[in-house]
């Protein structure tokens, strides 16, 4: 159930959830105990996953389908891994920026799982290809790179076999290499990108939830981005 700040409730099928609308932005802050990932206290979320309406420009609107969660947050502010796993991808998207990718640990299953983090300031103090990481483990800076409208991180979800270049030939469908910037072969239309607000997406994983977030680089190394100490807000 979702408690609203302004009363009333919503039930769906796979939410178990307490929603507060900030009184000075409108921004939607998650209270939950849902097991997904949540960034932590410095984050709030400001476009959910599913379809946006936008202006046209003639008086009419254009839909688009938003396969991520985007979180506000300061320029600059630390982002912590969603889970633990392999870095697999680190480079430049032309629409997500610079973006880091990593699959994750889930014994349960053959299809792996994916997190995608865009937006990213830069790659200088993300971890590098084939890195260990682990669930609160920063591992790069919130920025305002690629197709954005200010610092924010672009979340996604993503359950695939791979995904990231052409297929190389083997058993299975084939290999594929570490994606290293450039298009990706996921379509905007992908169902391998689903909702990461929805619990049962992350079975298999212990996704962090806002607590105890470690670091392998020293906080200066975001907060430098900033002209005010890490300020500057989204939008």
Not at 153 to 171: D, K, M, N, Q, S
Request: hydrophobic letters at 35%; one cysteine or more; charged letters at 20%.
């Amino acid at each position: 159930m979702i408690r609203w700040a302004f009363g009333g409730t919503y039930e769906g099928e796979h939410v178990v959830a307490e929603l507060e609308i900030h009184r000075s932005t409108g921004w939607v802050l998650w209270e939950s105990t849902m097991r997904i990932y949540k960034p932590g206290p410095n984050f709030s979320i400001s476009s959910d996953y599913g379809y946006r309406e936008f202006p046209d420009g003639k008086g009419g609107v254009i839909k688009e389908m938003h396969r991520g969660v985007d979180h506000q947050a300061y320029l600059g502010t630390p982002i912590p891994c969603a889970a633990d796993g392999v870095v697999v991808g680190r480079g430049y998207h032309d629409a997500f920026g610079w973006m880091l990718i990593v699959r994750h640990d889930d014994p349960l299953e053959f299809v792996g799982k994916y997190t995608a983090y865009a937006h990213l300031a830069w790659l200088r103090n993300t971890p590098l290809m084939r890195t260990r990481v682990f669930a609160g483990e920063a591992i790069g800076c919130v920025g305002d790179t690629g197709r954005s409208t200010g610092p924010h991180l672009h979340l996604e979800l993503i359950h695939a076999a791979g995904w990231f270049t052409p297929v190389l030939g083997g058993r299975g469908g084939g290999r594929r290499d570490l994606w290293d910037g450039g298009a990706t072969e996921l379509g905007a239309q992908s169902p391998a990108r689903v909702n990461p607000e929805v619990e049962a997406n992350w079975h298999g994983l212990e996704p962090y939830m806002g607590t105890g977030m470690r670091s392998h680089f020293g906080d200066h190394e975001c907060q430098d981005l900033s002209t005010e100490g890490g300020r500057q807000l989204l939008r």
